[in-house]
């Protein structure tokens, strides 16, 4: 290995490689000190990677389960390789669970926004529907279990895991005290001061401390390393349409301005979920452009580059055509055309490219349901 500059971190990654036709193992030695990377092949034993910037690859973005794109190679972080490694993120990079309880779903863009914007990270996120199973888990033992049942499982609600520097101490700071008149007046600008309105319709829920943090992760998303929520989706299925937030925007952390956005056009977002989608299902779910579009080599690489964020998009008033009206809020493909002419839809305002233009969207009014489904229903298996 090189020599070293200051501490070492070391991850265990892999990525599948479509010419061999099998996934290779790594190991991923990251530098802070200069931010540089390196790889090492598990199998071959040889250095795969030399020590060397990668502008697109932080500490923030190395954490179990996620996808981080090296050179156009998505890797996926499978474990921590060391001891020393394990301690160093356990004291500065923590997980935390959150929820964003029925009353709030409305502001979620906003409210994404805030946590994003105290650089809290949005590690995994999804739509559920709580049974009173679920919430007796979460409140064994508060003395208000009934109402809380009541109003958890009065509509859906969204899971999230958060990831930052001591998350579970400020994520709680974020969200204030739990009665939220007392909230407003002891931190006035807190999510519950702003959102809640009283000791059980607070809006939040956050972990206690880090052992809790890592039992209610585990809960609700079968377990931390996989970060799977054994859940059911609440994608409806019904005149609906798909949208996902492609990876290069939930890396560039643009996802509650799409997700504002969305909402304040006065669609509804009936189903939110995290995926990684893989080479095989990339390619079919694009196979539709293939021969349409030059650059669809392109778009199936944009979309297994990392974690992408799909969408279900109803609308509360029967009478719209939900995929064609989406598609216009959308614009056009190419966002430098969409500056000029539309300047105000979502890829004109969060799109690079052609093929980075922040969101995919479903073209044709009967491939809405299908797209939805393809998500909702086949890729979130275990959960049709």
Not at 20 to 28: D, Q
Not at 53 to 68: H, I, M, Q, R
Not at 137 to 158: E, H, M
Not at 304 to 333: W, Y
Request: charged content about 25%; proline content about 4%; hydrophobic content about 40%.
């Amino acid at each position: 290995m090189s020599g070293d500059v200051g501490e070492r971190l070391i991850f265990e990654a892999e990525w599948f490689d479509g010419v061999a036709g099998f996934t290779k193992r790594f190991y991923l030695y990251y530098y802070p000190a200069d931010n540089t990377i390196e790889l090492f092949d598990i199998r071959s034993r040889k250095t795969f990677l030399r020590r060397t910037k990668c502008e697109a690859v932080g500490l923030k973005d190395l954490y179990v389960g996620n996808v981080v794109t090296i050179f156009s190679r998505p890797m996926k972080i499978t474990d921590v390789a060391d001891c020393f490694t394990k301690s160093k993120l356990g004291v500065t990079i923590q997980k935390t669970f959150g929820i964003l309880k029925p009353d709030v779903i409305n502001k979620m863009g906003e409210i994404l926004n805030t946590i994003t914007a105290h650089d809290l990270h949005i590690a995994n996120i999804k739509m559920v529907k709580l049974s009173e199973h679920d919430v007796e888990r979460l409140y064994a033992g508060d003395d208000n279990l009934g109402s809380i049942k009541l109003y958890l499982t009065s509509g859906p609600v969204v899971l999230l895991a958060l990831l930052g520097n001591n998350a579970v101490t400020r994520w709680r700071e974020l969200i204030g005290p739990a009665d939220s008149i007392k909230a407003r007046g002891e931190a006035s600008n807190s999510l519950r001061a702003l959102y809640g309105k009283d000791a059980i319709s607070n809006g939040f829920h956050g972990s206690s401390s880090p052992e809790t943090a890592e039992k209610e992760l585990e809960m609700f998303f079968t377990s931390v390393k996989s970060e799977k929520s054994p859940l059911k989706n609440t994608a409806t299925m019904h005149n609906c349409t798909c949208c996902i937030i492609k990876p290069h925007a939930v890396q560039g952390r643009l996802t509650g301005n799409i997700v504002c956005d969305i909402q304040k056009a006065g669609f509804t977002i009936s189903a939110i979920q995290r995926f990684h989608v893989d080479p095989i299902n990339a390619e079919e779910f694009l196979e539709i452009y293939k021969g349409v579009l030059s650059d669809h080599g392109a778009m199936v690489a944009e979309l297994q580059s990392g974690p992408c964020i799909a969408m279900e998009i109803t609308h509360k008033d029967e009478s719209v055509n939900v995929p064609v009206d989406f598609r216009k809020l959308c614009g056009p493909m190419d966002p430098n055309i969409g500056k000029q002419v539309r300047p105000n839809t979502l890829r004109a305002k969060y799109g690079k490219t052609k093929v980075q233009n922040a969101v995919h969207c479903s073209d044709l009014p009967d491939d809405g349901l299908l797209e939805v489904e393809y998500f909702f229903k086949i890729l979130d298996d275990g959960n049709s």
